[in-house]
């Protein structure tokens, strides 16, 4: 709003909320140059998502954070309603209370709402846009799935793939237009102002991948076990950052692939949308940095485990009990008891305590984003099945 630098810590001193809560090591580590690696503040998030966000730097810290909190509960009650579409349940169907119930109760969504995290409202808005584009209101699910994308890239972007390999053209192309549009404000106002922000934007993706504490996967970082991607299972099993990160996107271009390759044999059917999409969104979480709050996600893996338990009841099952570790922050809680004594040294000095126990969540994420790929072949196979049979 202002045409000053979101990227530089300067500049979040400078603006800091006189309502919002003042931390004596801000103006210490801006001025030792050591904010970025030790806080992960300011985020390095994309020129889109500070033009979303940018209307509400208008109001006084306190009613700018009450607003958002209200959108964020606001959206979770329409998406709660959502879901139950989605699911082909009926208000009064015992099944759809059980739906609300189980995500009411996965722990992603309590402390992306503590947080005040973007995550949230990306996920909700992801999910709106699936029953939106099932209504066939196109330009909306546009709107919906670019607000998505634009707050939060790692979340909002895998509904955006799912549209484009389901070719809904409409829907994708105006989705990035929109995206384009969004990030030309925010570009154009810096221009304007001749601001230089694209170092200190490098700068901070930089750090926070490479050396900074908030996405570090190794021990430097104490709560690394708040991260759900890969590279926390694949370091602690090889020990090396370049060769944790080398497996982690292998394995996730894998993944991805065999979940293109069930989408391209399934073609224009869309029947298993919901099993798609939460093959995809499981699948996404794993590759590239995500924490605990991202799993919101797995909401949509939720609704399809109910809406579809009756044909299938043991891989729902299954997943099911995969989801189990997500109703607490289990990673963070094993992390605290470590840190105060409350876990005897016998169990942490195994291998297997920090390369399966403390990860728990991350293997979970794994396991049902197999388990989902495998239901998705299954479900491919039958439809062949079923169009041969039709056709003979």
Same mark, same amino acid.
């Given at each position: 709003?202002?045409?000053?630098?979101?990227?530089?810590?300067?500049?979040?001193?400078?603006?800091?909320?006189?309502?919002?809560?003042?931390?004596?090591?801000?103006?210490?580590?801006?001025?030792?140059?050591?904010?970025?690696?030790?806080?992960?503040?300011?985020?390095?998030?994309?020129?889109?998502?500070?033009?979303?966000?940018?209307?509400?730097?208008?109001?006084?810290?306190?009613?700018?954070?009450?607003?958002?909190?209200?959108?964020?509960?606001?959206?979770?009650?329409?998406? %709660?309603?959502?879901?139950?579409? &989605? +699911?082909? =349940?009926?208000?009064?169907? !015992?099944?759809?209370?059980? @739906? #609300?119930?189980?995500?009411?109760?996965?722990?992603?969504?309590?402390?992306?709402?503590?947080?005040?995290?973007?995550?949230?409202?990306?996920?909700?808005?992801?999910?709106?846009?699936?029953?939106?584009?099932?209504?066939?209101?196109?330009?909306?699910?546009?709107?919906?799935?670019?607000?998505?994308?634009?707050?939060?890239?790692?979340?909002?972007?895998?509904?955006?793939?799912?549209?484009?390999?389901?070719?809904?053209?409409?829907?994708?192309?105006?989705?990035?237009?929109?995206?384009?549009?969004?990030?030309?404000?925010?570009?154009?106002?810096?221009?304007?102002?001749?601001?230089?922000?694209?170092?200190?934007?490098?700068?901070?993706?930089?750090? %926070?991948?490479?050396?900074?504490? &908030? +996405?570090? =996967?190794?021990?430097?970082? !104490?709560?690394?076990?708040? @991260? #759900?991607?890969?590279?926390?299972?694949?370091?602690?099993?090889?020990?090396?950052?370049?060769?944790?990160?080398?497996?982690?996107?292998?394995?996730?271009?894998?993944?991805?692939?065999?979940?293109?390759?069930?989408?391209?044999?399934?073609?224009?059917?869309?029947?298993?949308?919901?099993?798609?999409?939460?093959?995809?969104?499981?699948?996404?979480?794993?590759?590239?940095?995500?924490?605990?709050?991202?799993?919101?996600?797995?909401?949509?893996?939720?609704?399809?485990?109910?809406?579809?338990?009756?044909?299938?009841?043991?891989?729902?099952?299954?997943?099911?009990?995969?989801?189990?570790?997500?109703?607490?922050?289990?990673?963070?809680?094993?992390?605290?008891?470590?840190?105060?004594?409350?876990?005897?040294?016998?169990?942490?000095?195994?291998?297997?305590?920090?390369? #399966?126990?403390?990860?728990?969540?991350?293997?979970?994420?794994?396991?049902?984003?197999?388990?989902?790929?495998?239901?998705?072949?299954?479900?491919?196979?039958?439809?062949?099945?079923?169009?041969?049979?039709?056709?003979?």
């Amino acid at each position: 709003m202002r045409g000053l630098d979101p990227y530089s810590p300067q500049t979040l001193l400078q603006l800091w909320p006189a309502g919002a809560a003042q931390f004596k090591f801000l103006p210490i580590e801006v001025a030792n140059g050591t904010l970025i690696a030790k806080r992960g503040i300011p985020t390095a998030y994309p020129i889109s998502s500070l033009v979303l966000i940018a209307p509400f730097s208008l109001l006084p810290w306190k009613t700018a954070y009450g607003l958002w909190l209200a959108i964020n509960l606001g959206l979770f009650v329409v998406m %709660l309603w959502v879901l139950v579409r &989605l +699911a082909g =349940f009926s208000s009064r169907d !015992p099944a759809a209370t059980l @739906l #609300i119930a189980a995500t009411l109760a996965l722990a992603p969504f309590h402390t992306g709402i503590v947080n005040a995290n973007v995550a949230l409202v990306a996920v909700e808005l992801g999910v709106l846009a699936v029953w939106t584009a099932r209504e066939r209101h196109e330009i909306t699910t546009a709107i919906l799935v670019a607000v998505s994308a634009g707050l939060k890239p790692q979340i909002g972007l895998c509904f955006l793939l799912y549209y484009v390999v389901r070719r809904r053209w409409r829907i994708s192309g105006i989705t990035l237009a929109a995206l384009g549009v969004v990030a030309a404000v925010g570009l154009l106002r810096l221009e304007v102002g001749h601001t230089p922000w694209l170092e200190n934007y490098l700068n901070d993706n930089h750090v %926070l991948l490479e050396s900074g504490i &908030l +996405a570090n =996967f190794t021990p430097l970082n !104490p709560m690394r076990f708040g @991260l #759900i991607n890969l590279q926390v299972v694949a370091y602690s099993l090889v020990g090396s950052v370049r060769w944790a990160n080398d497996v982690a996107i292998l394995v996730g271009i894998v993944l991805v692939v065999v979940w293109l390759l069930g989408m391209r044999r399934r073609g224009d059917q869309g029947d298993h949308e919901l099993l798609d999409l939460s093959a995809i969104t499981v699948v996404s979480l794993l590759p590239v940095y995500h924490r605990f709050y991202d799993a919101t996600l797995l909401v949509l893996a939720l609704c399809w485990v109910f809406a579809s338990f009756r044909k299938a009841r043991m891989v729902g099952t299954v997943s099911l009990l995969l989801m189990l570790p997500f109703l607490i922050p289990g990673g963070t809680l094993l992390e605290t008891m470590q840190a105060e004594g409350h876990i005897p040294s016998v169990l942490v000095s195994h291998w297997w305590w920090e390369a #399966i126990v403390m990860p728990h969540e991350v293997w979970a994420l794994f396991l049902l984003g197999v388990l989902l790929l495998y239901e998705m072949s299954r479900a491919g196979f039958v439809s062949e099945g079923t169009a041969h049979s039709l056709r003979g």
